[in-house]
Nanobody
Framework: QVQLVESGGGLVQSGGSLRLSCVASGLIFSDRTMGWYRQAPGKQRELVATLTTSGRINYSDSVKERFTISTNIAKDMVRLQMTSLKPEDTAVYYC?????????WGKGTLVTVSS
């Protein structure tokens, strides 16, 4: 089993920055993809950014040039640096880990961007 614990959400003004972190523990395979998804009120969950253990990164068009995903040396943590935040970035952000045989989610952390 895999556990994902997020931290770093909160309230920020438009144009501000926040950093989210997610720590993974449990049975983690060497070949995996970690990333962030978000779900705004009344909307479906959507991809924000993902990072594979081989270093391949994928961003949604709506966050390119503003958000940066990164990991640590052990690759059991994934961070999301968010800059130039907009009110439409307001959502619950979920950490995700995908590996053979499993797709795991954290409980989510709320990011609220005020105008």
């Amino acid at each position: 089993q895999v556990q994902l614990v997020e931290s770093g959400g909160g309230l920020v003004q438009s144009g501000g920055s926040l950093r989210l972190s997610c720590v993974a523990s449990g049975l983690i395979f060497s070949d995996r993809t970690m990333g962030w998804y978000r779900q705004a009120p009344g909307k479906q969950r959507e991809l924000v950014a993902t990072l594979t253990t081989s270093g391949r990164i994928n961003y949604s068009d709506s966050v390119k040039e503003r958000f940066t995903i990164s990991t640590n040396i052990a690759k059991d943590m994934v961070r999301l640096q968010m800059t130039s935040l907009k009110p439409e970035d307001t959502a619950v952000y979920y950490c995700n880990l995908q590996q053979h045989g499993g797709n795991y989610w954290g409980k989510g952390t709320l990011v609220t961007v005020s105008s």
